[in-house]
């Protein structure tokens, strides 16, 4: 699987991947601040390609600011997961657009559910619910290289906040156990570096959470 990863340009941004099989896809769009630099970004990653789709992480305004300016530019259609509803509704007590001084999007979104399979061609990215740190984050995991985008969920060395709208404790605690029976390779996170042992990231989120000595 090829992967580009688009670090954040300033501090209100998530990281941007773009998968290149025989289809493409992008995985979260970053914040409205930084949309033209991720465009662009993206573009020269597609080298010329069309972008098939984008899909999101979860509904928090550094991740899906960015989405208008992507839907516009390559005219790609938008999945999330449960967090679909809240993103196509602009709810900004779920995206928290106004704590990013981001301007509400109205945005189509196709949902995804727990076990559907995204097959780009080369990588097939299943679609794993990862509530926590929102209801209906997900992680996306590729059956064939067993590498994951965990969104906000997991961190190379971190765990998803619980205490925003939407996000609960014992959730997370269920989705670290679901992601900890999964042989995790390379970790592609919503914030911060990468890593290749996954499964060493989902131990240190368990431990942070309590869950683990
Ligand atoms: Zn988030």
Redesign the pocket.
């Known amino acids: 699987m090829a992967v580009c990863m688009i670090p954040p340009s300033y501090v209100f941004g998530s990281n941007v991947f773009v998968i290149l099989g025989n289809k493409t896809a992008a995985i979260d769009a970053g914040s409205e601040g930084n949309s033209s630099y991720t465009v662009s970004r993206i573009r020269d990653a597609l080298g010329g390609r069309p972008l098939d789709m984008l899909i999101l992480t979860?509904a928090?305004y550094?991740?899906i600011g960015g989405v208008p300016a992507v839907v516009s530019e390559f005219g790609c259609t938008v999945y999330a997961g449960k967090d679909a509803r809240a993103i196509a509704d602009a709810d900004s007590s779920i995206t928290l657009c106004g704590d990013f001084d981001g301007t509400p999007v109205q945005i189509e979104v196709e949902e995804l559910a727990d076990g559907d399979v995204i097959d780009l061609g080369g990588c097939r990215l299943r679609v794993i619910d990862a509530p926590g740190?929102?209801a209906g984050g997900i992680c996306l995991y590729d059956e064939t290289s067993l590498d994951m985008f965990s969104g906000?969920t997991v961190f190379e060395k971190g765990v998803?906040r619980t205490d925003l709208p939407t996000g609960s404790h014992a959730d997370m605690v269920r989705s670290l156990r679901g992601l900890a029976n999964l042989q995790i390779n390379r970790l592609y996170p919503?914030h911060g570096d990468c890593c290749d042992d996954g499964n060493a990231s989902v131990r240190y989120a368990m431990r942070i959470m309590g869950m683990e000595k």
């Open positions: 979860h928090h550094d991740h740190h929102t906000d998803g919503g």
